[in-house]
């Protein structure tokens, strides 16, 4: 099947096709995403109006919308054409007046005849202790219906609500029987209608229940979307894994060095999460896997574990951090274990420059380098490794697709593994990494003190400092993150800048540092190179200290204006405190009051420490494209489904995609054709030329 196929062909005309739609209309509708009648199939009601006839308007709480039937009276036409025109009705109980503005007198005397009856509809409100109906929304002849719930649709300018109502109504009648795509036990489970039952129902609630994301219709369709993007990713996953791998088995010989000279035993889920990556990398095929473990769960022992695995089957590895300072970081806490195993590792930054440069690429050619720690400058053209099997990419989000592509064709057959210290909701990372294996680090290593969290108004201030004077009196070194670099007249937030030269006057020179993105590098990571040593002993800071610094000597972390922040950032720059023996604590000081999102992130913080549990509330607060970040989210837009209310679909369609494509690799089979139907209906058709291609 490798065009459309014709039994959708009328799904995919023009929407001027449908009726009521010319070349304005279709317009206003591009703006709502809408050029075929199939985007308007998941375009659904957001709202409705309870058009159920009553006797009287007086049997509708006011002001509220009422339908009734009326005896047409006296048309009272204004004297000027700035006033209103006015027509009395009277229904079962009570009189009544139809007002409308700017009207053709012509028009109304042929709508509504004086003694005639009509049912008319529409809000119905006091005035001046007059009820009146201003331009009723219907009036129809008697015998003419009106559906008792009458749905309403997202507008845009140009577009009337029976325009949409009517064109969305064209779109529905035009739906083809198709056969059905989903798992039958499932349907039977959930109690879902059919795909166009469920269309049929979206698109005629009978009520406001109908229109809720857990009505049966709405999470059918939401399923549907849902599977789609899922069978693409499983599509992905399998394109991926006919690609040539190669087997890479290590011998033990190199971690047990390591493990013999740890301070303590890895976690149940480190020991878990490295079996997962040896028994991928000896496996012929290409590793594809996420390793996704919260702030301090110990990614970086896995890492090493994993980068040794591929140095005893002979070949080497690579560990690629987004920015220089969390690049040196990884180098010095891998060195000392590495030096135990008897392995060559290097660094590899933009910094390295000619010779020195030179030298390094030259040793990692012939292979000497056994393992190599790097930013971005891994990439480059003349970076050559004479064996790489394993490729692991830290802070995913902040490398893109193309990046990690990049990197696969540094080394055709190599397993990548792909860090994130970012916990995020199981239902994101199945949208956002469903190509991917995941391994999850849910412990903590001990040793890791717990923080204690405490809120301050910026009112208290003064304390703080005070507080802060004693502790590094005691020689404790303590962070202070601000929301802005330089101060802003638009923004009422103490800066980076600011807050910099308020501490360094109260504390003796050279205490305080300070350290943001828009400083040289050198600059910064001379500041950062000074904290870290110990000789400055409080550091001012943006967000740029917000992944992995790790500093165990600092045991306080001040979060200034705090409900500024997300939750997942407030959990992270928390994270970088309680690394080492001393009592830590974490200070969120905000301005009051607090708005209603505000407090409960601040709320949520005081409560956990658990970073999926806080990756969770986060998505409930916040929404799907801001946890992740929309710009670099990668996650799909969907029509129907909704993230935040659906979570758990997300995982239903992960397993029933993963099952139908283990049954029916080619999608071959009755139910495999359905499926690529549904495919050619969500645009997802792209992943039909994986199957080809396969």
């Not at 480190?270 to 996704?292: H, K, P, S, V, Y």
């Not at 956002?432 to 969290?453: A, C, F, H, I, N």
């Not at 049954?663 to 054709?673: C, I, N, Q, V, W």
Request: aromatic fraction near 4%; proline fraction near 6%.
């Amino acid at each position: 099947m490798t065009g459309r196929p014709e039994l959708l062909f009328p799904l995919f005309a023009s929407v001027e096709t449908l009726p009521g739609i010319g070349p304005k209309s279709a317009k206003a509708l591009a703006s709502l995403r809408v050029a075929t009648p199939k985007d308007l199939l998941f375009t659904l009601p957001t709202g409705g109006t309870d058009r159920t006839p009553v006797d009287s308007i007086r049997d509708v709480p006011l002001p509220g919308v009422a339908t009734t039937t009326v005896t047409v009276g006296r048309h009272m036409a204004p004297p000027t054409r700035r006033q209103p025109y006015r027509v009395e009705v009277e229904d079962a109980k009570t009189t009544f007046q139809l007002v409308y503005f700017r009207a053709s007198e012509d028009h109304l005397l042929r709508q509504l005849p004086t003694g005639e009856r009509r049912v008319v509809s529409g809000k119905v409100e006091l005035y001046d202790g007059l009820a009146q109906m201003p331009h009723p929304d219907h009036v129809l002849t008697v015998g003419e219906t009106l559906p008792p719930y009458e749905p309403i649709y997202p507008l845009a300018a140009g577009l009337t609500l029976k325009a949409m109502t009517k064109a969305a109504q064209g779109a529905v009648d035009r739906l083809p029987d198709l056969p059905e795509w989903a798992d039958p036990h499932l349907l039977d489970r959930e109690g879902w209608p059919s795909f166009g039952d469920a269309v049929r129902a979206a698109h005629h609630p009978e009520g406001a229940k109908d229109l809720s994301p857990a009505s049966a219709a709405r999470r059918r369709l939401a399923y549907d979307e849902v599977l789609a993007h899922q069978l693409t990713l499983a599509l992905a996953r399998a394109g991926a894994r006919k690609r040539p791998g190669r087997a890479t088995e290590g011998t033990g010989r190199l971690q047990a060095k390591v493990a013999a000279a740890l301070p303590y035993t890895p976690t149940g889920a480190q020991q878990r999460a490295i079996a997962e990556i040896a028994a991928d990398m000896a496996r012929d095929r290409r590793m594809n896997r996420l390793l996704q473990g919260d702030v301090g769960s110990g990614k970086t022992l896995v890492a090493l574990m994993s980068l040794l695995i591929a140095v005893e089957a002979g070949g080497q590895g690579a560990l690629m951090a987004p920015t220089e300072i969390l690049a040196r970081q990884h180098e010095e806490g891998l060195r000392p274990l590495a030096e135990e195993a008897g392995v060559v590792l290097a660094l590899l930054t933009g910094r390295d420059k000619g010779r020195e440069r030179q030298a390094k690429l030259d040793a990692l050619a012939r292979g000497d380098i056994h393992i190599l720690v790097g930013t971005h400058a891994v990439f480059q053209r003349d970076v050559q490794f004479a064996d790489l099997r394993l490729a692991i990419v830290d802070e995913q989000h902040r490398f893109g697709v193309r990046q990690r592509m990049l990197l696969g064709e540094k080394a055709q057959a190599a397993d990548v593994l792909v860090m994130t210290a970012t916990p995020i909701p199981r239902s994101l990372a199945l949208a956002q990494y469903g190509d991917m294996d995941l391994s999850v680090l849910d412990e903590k290593p001990p040793g890791r003190t717990p923080v204690t969290t405490s809120t301050v108004p910026v009112g208290r201030m003064d304390q703080v400092i005070a507080r802060l004077q004693s502790a590094v009196a005691e020689g404790r070194q303590a962070y202070w993150v601000c929301p802005l670099v330089e101060e802003s007249e638009v923004v009422d937030t103490t800066s980076a800048e600011e807050r910099f030269r308020s501490l360094r006057a109260a504390f003796p020179e050279g205490t305080v540092e300070l350290v943001h993105g828009q400083m040289p590098p050198s600059q910064k990571d001379a500041a950062m190179a000074r904290f870290v040593a110990g000789d400055a002993k409080v550091l001012v800071a943006t967000t740029v200290i917000e992944v992995g610094v790790n500093v165990p000597n600092a045991s306080i972390m001040v979060i200034e204006r705090a409900e500024t922040f997300g939750l997942a950032q407030l959990h992270q720059l928390r994270g970088r405190v309680g690394r080492g023996s001393e009592k830590s604590t974490c200070l969120l000081l905000y301005k009051a009051p607090l708005g209603e999102a505000a407090e409960a992130r601040l709320r949520i913080l005081r409560e956990s420490e658990d970073g999926f549990r806080i990756s969770e509330e986060d998505l409930a607060l916040r929404g799907a494209g801001d946890v992740i970040g929309t710009a670099q989210s990668g996650l799909p837009r969907f029509r129907v489904a909704d993230l935040e209310r659906q979570a758990d679909l997300m995982a239903i369609a992960q397993d029933d995609a993963r099952a139908l494509l283990a049954a029916d690799p080619s999608l071959d089979s009755e139910r495999g054709r359905a499926a690529r139907l549904l495919l050619w209906l969500t645009e997802q058709d792209r992943a039909l030329k994986l199957l080809d291609v396969g």
